[in-house]
């Protein structure tokens, strides 16, 4: 693991601890879509600031890694944005059943989706041929839909 991961991975039971830290400023109940909505942004804003992270550590040492391009995407930005249609659709279709959540289960579910975020962060589908593979840090990738 590199130091910038063993970092990441520190943060995500903080997170949790501060989530359920704020708790009594939280719902206490989230019904499910809304929970498909948080958990997908959670994951997604991870890996935002993950990339982001990335692309100023890669300007400060230009990597000799060259741009290639491959049909994939990766799977923790495909993971968010279909949690987040999922999560509207159940929303509009007014399918709902509320779930209590407490300081604990604040905590528990913010260091929970953070770790899902960090496990699958190195991975990417690949369309042609179809396969999960691992792409370490995929920022050399360009994704091209057709070859």
Same mark, same amino acid.
């Given at each position: ?9 520190? /943060?995500?039971?903080? *997170? ?8 009594? *400023? ?8 809304? @929970? ?15 990339? @982001?992270? /990335? ?11 060259? @741009? ?13 944005? @279909? ?35 960090? /496990? ?7 369309? +042609? ?10 920022? +050399? ?7």
């Amino acid at each position: 693991m590199t130091k910038s991961e063993k970092i990441e991975f520190a /943060l995500v039971p903080l *997170s949790g601890i501060a989530a359920a830290g704020v708790a009594s *400023s939280l719902p206490l109940e989230l019904e499910i879509g809304q @929970l498909f909505l948080l958990v997908s942004i959670l994951v997604l804003a991870q890996g935002l600031i993950r990339d @982001l992270w /990335l692309l100023v550590r890669a300007r400060r040492s230009p990597s000799t890694g060259e @741009l290639r391009a491959a049909q994939c995407m990766c799977i923790e930005s495909t993971v968010g944005v @279909l949690g987040i249609v999922v999560g509207f659709a159940l929303i509009g279709t007014g399918f709902g059943r509320p779930i209590a959540l407490s300081a604990t289960g604040w905590g528990v579910l913010v260091a929970a989706s953070l770790t899902f975020g960090f /496990l699958i962060k190195d991975f990417v589908i690949e369309w +042609n041929p179809w396969r999960i593979r691992r792409e370490k840090d995929h920022l +050399n990738l360009l994704v091209k839909w057709r070859p």
